[in-house]
Structure formats: structure tokens, C-alpha cells
């Protein structure tokens, strides 16, 4: 369900940025739809949110905003989320020595319209990730190469960037997952729900139904709805729309080809059907959807203001 959770996010565009404060410091993050981490690479801080006690987070903590919940952060702790000032742009410089330093690096996929999978939804508004780094080699080794492509503009960082967001996302989903799975909703492991799952990804194009979906999962169409329904989050119909358009919006954000191409391997008949179910859900055409989301070849520190302008993806009724 994680590749499934980052799927969903490729419809909007990755950012990443480095940020550092010092002495008397405090500012907030406004709510976003879409998912959101902080890894905080020196210093230590407090995570301020609208419930529960404040945070102590120290260096190595990563801060997980499964689905875009406003949160602060301050060097001293604080309940009133309200009295932190609205960080409106990242900025970062060396730190000076001072003892109540923070050096950030943050990330997220915003989307204008989320509908984020059960998965998702069911992990708390914020998760804090205190991780044994020499337990997981591998998250210290994303973490220092996001830091590194975070402090320099150079060629290819736009590519490179997208697949570090996606895989510290990953990784801290999963340790996020582990960390709160008790008393969660079980995710998915009936294997007939998950083989379904599986061939509507591999082959989006096919011309599924509830009896074809259910002979899949060898279960009539009537209970093959109801349990993936309880499982999913959404009914089968729906979320192969879902994966149809998220998949439509990563092939226009990441590829030259002819939208009639794109309509065929996403499973609509005609360039026309394939428009109007794009403009449906995000509110926009695909050429359109294309065009602003290649109008930024790479993401740069003036690009980060909190205003910018990126496609969603809903979940079909």
C-alpha cells in the first residue's frame, strides 16, 4: 500500500528545501493537501501541533505529515500553534554555533485536490520518526543525499530530487506505519483483494468490471465490492479511475506523448473520454495539466513560496 500512497502523489510535483534558524526561533507551516516530512540534520527544536503536548525532536528525528495537518516548530516548547509566525519561505545558511540551531530539510508533493488512500488517512496527523541511523543505514544515506542536492542547482537535480522525495517518503511511511500500526485499520491482505489490486496496476488499459475484477480475485462481483471497499477505502470502479488518472498525470508530467497515446494506455477509448474525465477530477485539461506542470523544468528556492500552483488527484465515487 505504500507504492500505492506514492503513486497517488506523482499527479502533483515534488519539492525540497533546506531551512536553518537560530537563536530565538519559531515559525509555522501552513496546512497543505498533499504529504509532507521534515528531517532535521543538526541541531534540536520542539513540534508544536493544534493537540497533544509538544514535541522534543532532535537531530535524526524525521516528522512525518501524512496528509498536510498545519504544525509549527520553535526552540522552545509551546501548545499555542497560533502564536508561531507563518514560514512563507524557506532559507537556509550556516549556523553560527548557537546551541538553539535547527538545520531542516524539507519535502512534500502538494496537490490541489487529495484524496489521500485509507492507508494513509488512518496514520495520525503527525508522526515523529525517531530513528537508530546506524540500524537503518539506508535512511541516513537518503537523508544525506537530499541534503546534498537540496544545497546545489545544478543539471538534473529536478530528477534527482523527485526520486529522493519519493523514496524518504517511502521509507518514512513505512517506519511511521510500524511505529503506530497498533489499533489501526488492517491494510490489505486478503490475497484475492490484492491480486485484483496488482492487475489493475499492471494493465490499466484493460476494460475491467466488478465481474472481471471479482473472477480475479475469485470472489462473486457483489462481495468482491463489499470487502474491497472495507479494505480500500473506496469501491473497485473508483479507485481504478483513481489509478487511471494518477497514472494519466505522471505519463503528462514525465513524457512528450500524444495525449491520444496516453487516453489508450490508461484504459480510455478516445483522446475526447480521456479529456473529459481528466477535467473532471483535477479541473483542468490535460494539455493544460502538462503545461504548468513542465513550466518549472527544476524546482528552485524562489519556486517554494507556499502558493505554488500544483494538479491534485481525487478518488472517483
Given at each position: 500500500?505504500?507504492?500505492e500512497?506514492?503513486?497517488?502523489?506523482?499527479?502533483?510535483?515534488?519539492?525540497?528545501?533546506?531551512?536553518?534558524?537560530?537563536?530565538?526561533?519559531?515559525?509555522?507551516?501552513?496546512g497543505?493537501?498533499?504529504?509532507?516530512?521534515?528531517?532535521?540534520?543538526?541541531?534540536?527544536?520542539?513540534l508544536?501541533?493544534?493537540?497533544g503536548?509538544?514535541?522534543?525532536?532532535?537531530?535524526?528525528?524525521?516528522?512525518?505529515?501524512p496528509y498536510?495537518t498545519?504544525h509549527?516548530?520553535?526552540?522552545?516548547?509551546?501548545?499555542?500553534?497560533?502564536e508561531?509566525?507563518?514560514?512563507?519561505?524557506?532559507?537556509?545558511?550556516e549556523?553560527?554555533?548557537?546551541?538553539?540551531?535547527?538545520?531542516?530539510?524539507?519535502?512534500?508533493?502538494?496537490?490541489?485536490q487529495?484524496?489521500?488512500?485509507?492507508?494513509?488517512?488512518?496514520?495520525?496527523?503527525?508522526?515523529v520518526?525517531?530513528?537508530?541511523?546506524?540500524?537503518?543505514?539506508?535512511?541516513r544515506?537518503?537523508?544525506?543525499?537530499?541534503?546534498?542536492?537540496?544545497?546545489?542547482?545544478?543539471?538534473?537535480?529536478s530528477?534527482?530530487?523527485?526520486?529522493?522525495?519519493?523514496?524518504t517518503?517511502?521509507?518514512?511511511?513505512?517506519?511511521?506505519?510500524?511505529?503506530?500500526?497498533?489499533?489501526?485499520?488492517?491494510?490489505?491482505?486478503?490475497?484475492?483483494?490484492?491480486?485484483?489490486?496488482?492487475?489493475?496496476h499492471?494493465?490499466?488499459?484493460?476494460?475491467?468490471?466488478?465481474?472481471?475484477l471479482?473472477?480475479?480475485a475469485?470472489?462473486s462481483?457483489?462481495?468482491?465490492?463489499?470487502?474491497?471497499?472495507?479494505?480500500?477505502?473506496?469501491?473497485?470502479?473508483?479507485?481504478?479511475?483513481?489509478w487511471?488518472?494518477?497514472s494519466?498525470?505522471?505519463?503528462?508530467?514525465?513524457?512528450?506523448?500524444?495525449?491520444?497515446?496516453?487516453?489508450?494506455?490508461?484504459?480510455?477509448?478516445?483522446?475526447?473520454?480521456?479529456?473529459?474525465?481528466?477535467?473532471?477530477?483535477?479541473?483542468?485539461?490535460?494539455?493544460r495539466?502538462?503545461?504548468r506542470?513542465?513550466?518549472?523544468?527544476?524546482?528552485?528556492?524562489?519556486a517554494?513560496?507556499?502558493?505554488?500552483?500544483?494538479?491534485g488527484v481525487?478518488?472517483?465515487?
Amino acid at each position: 500500500m505504500i507504492s500505492e500512497a506514492i503513486g497517488a502523489l506523482h499527479a502533483g510535483r515534488p519539492f525540497a528545501a533546506r531551512a536553518s534558524r537560530q537563536g530565538e526561533w519559531g515559525f509555522r507551516l501552513p496546512g497543505i493537501g498533499g504529504m509532507g516530512f521534515h528531517v532535521v540534520v543538526g541541531g534540536e527544536g520542539w513540534l508544536t501541533t493544534a493537540a497533544g503536548p509538544p514535541r522534543r525532536l532532535r537531530t535524526g528525528d524525521v516528522v512525518l505529515v501524512p496528509y498536510g495537518t498545519e504544525h509549527g516548530l520553535s526552540h522552545r516548547a509551546t501548545s499555542r500553534l497560533g502564536e508561531l509566525p507563518m514560514m512563507l519561505e524557506p532559507s537556509w545558511s550556516e549556523p553560527a554555533g548557537d546551541s538553539t540551531h535547527i538545520d531542516l530539510v524539507l519535502g512534500c508533493y502538494r496537490l490541489d485536490q487529495p484524496r489521500l488512500q485509507r492507508f494513509v488517512r488512518d496514520l495520525p496527523p503527525v508522526v515523529v520518526i525517531s530513528l537508530d541511523q546506524d540500524r537503518h543505514p539506508e535512511m541516513r544515506a537518503l537523508i544525506e543525499m537530499l541534503s546534498a542536492d537540496v544545497s546545489a542547482e545544478t543539471p538534473g537535480t529536478s530528477a534527482t530530487r523527485a526520486a529522493l522525495v519519493d523514496l524518504t517518503l517511502a521509507h518514512a511511511l513505512r517506519h511511521g506505519w510500524e511505529q503506530t500500526r497498533h489499533g489501526m485499520s488492517p491494510v490489505v491482505t486478503d490475497p484475492g483483494i490484492a491480486a485484483a489490486i496488482e492487475q489493475m496496476h499492471l494493465h490499466p488499459q484493460r476494460p475491467w468490471t466488478l465481474q472481471s475484477l471479482g473472477e480475479v480475485a475469485g470472489m462473486s462481483r457483489t462481495t468482491f465490492k463489499q470487502q474491497f471497499t472495507a479494505m480500500v477505502g473506496t469501491p473497485p470502479i473508483g479507485y481504478l479511475i483513481e489509478w487511471r488518472l494518477a497514472s494519466a498525470a505522471r505519463a503528462l508530467r514525465e513524457s512528450a506523448a500524444p495525449l491520444a497515446v496516453i487516453a489508450r494506455q490508461v484504459g480510455y477509448s478516445s483522446a475526447y473520454a480521456f479529456g473529459n474525465a481528466f477535467r473532471r477530477r483535477f479541473g483542468v485539461s490535460p494539455g493544460r495539466f502538462r503545461q504548468r506542470a513542465t513550466a518549472v523544468p527544476a524546482m528552485t528556492a524562489a519556486a517554494t513560496r507556499t502558493d505554488l500552483d500544483v494538479g491534485g488527484v481525487e478518488t472517483a465515487g
